[in-house]
Antibody
Framework: EVQLVESGGGLVQPGGSLRLSCVASGFTFSSYSMNWVRQAPGKGLEWVSYISSSSSTIYYADSVKGRFTISRDNAKNSLYLQMNSLRAEDTAVYYC?????????WGPGTLVTVSS | QSALTQPASVSGSPGQSITISCTGTSSDVGGYNYVSWYQQHPGKAPKLMIYEVSNRPSGLSNRFSGSKSGNTASLTISGLQAEDEAYYYCSSYTTYNTLHWVFGGGTKLTVL
């Protein structure tokens, strides 16, 4: 059974940093592209970042470019999102999602709240 | 690049059929057969319902079907059941700017 479990969310002040993690199981993690997708409270889904299976290709949404860094450790079946210079508008549930052309499996998400 | 356009809400009675539309551009919906649909209940993660325009994941009810014409994709749910009440989001692969996936704004399905 494919499982994705995020962690690392919490309350942070504007300008602060957080590092999210996603641990994968039930599939060969190193063979799959991975993504971060977020959902602000009461809002829709927004794609944040993509990383290919070998980390050779990385994309970011304009809204986070220069502030967020995606990475992965295939030996640890783990995906990461380093978030710096956080803003109030980054407040959201962050999901890790598997897939290249479309997301097929999602984790339950971790809530990031940016507030003073 | 705006999100894909979906109606804010649709409703239907048990047993009826409903269709949710998802309109994009030639850079996303119209340009690729990588349209997918997700069901999301409150407080839960999205669940894949349709992928590559019209394919259902293994084990999913055949009451759910998808199609596409030009820049508009559609999700049809037949034989509505109470448990179908949820938010539904469409998504498309895109090569616009640095976007990778674009999502619709979501449609709230109410089963009357």
């Amino acid at each position: 059974e494919v499982q994705l479990v995020e962690s690392g969310g919490g309350l942070v002040q504007p300008g602060g940093s957080l590092r999210l993690s996603c641990v994968a199981s039930g599939f060969t993690f190193s063979s799959y592209s991975m993504n971060w997708v977020r959902q602000a409270p009461g809002k829709g889904l927004e794609w944040v970042s993509y990383i290919s299976s070998s980390s050779s290709t990385i994309y970011y949404a304009d809204s986070v470019k220069g502030r967020f860094t995606i990475s992965r450790d295939n030996a640890k079946n783990s995906l990461y999102l380093q978030m710096n210079s956080l803003r109030a508008e980054d407040t959201a549930v962050y999901y890790c999602a598997r897939g290249r052309n479309y997301p097929d499996y999602w984790g339950p998400g971790t809530l990031v709240t940016v507030s003073s | 690049q705006s999100a894909l356009t979906q109606p804010a809400s649709v409703s239907g009675s048990p047993g009826q059929s409903i269709t949710i539309s998802c309109t994009g551009t030639s850079s996303d919906v119209g340009g690729y057969n990588y349209v997918s649909w997700y069901q999301q209940h409150p407080g839960k993660a999205p669940k894949l319902m349709i992928y590559e325009v019209s394919n259902r994941p293994s084990g999913l009810s055949n009451r759910f079907s998808g199609s596409k014409s030009g820049n508009t994709a559609s999700l049809t749910i037949s034989g509505l059941q109470a448990e179908d009440e949820a938010y539904y989001y469409c998504s498309s692969y895109t090569t616009y700017n640095t976007l990778h996936w674009v999502f619709g704004g979501g449609t709230k399905l109410t089963v009357l």
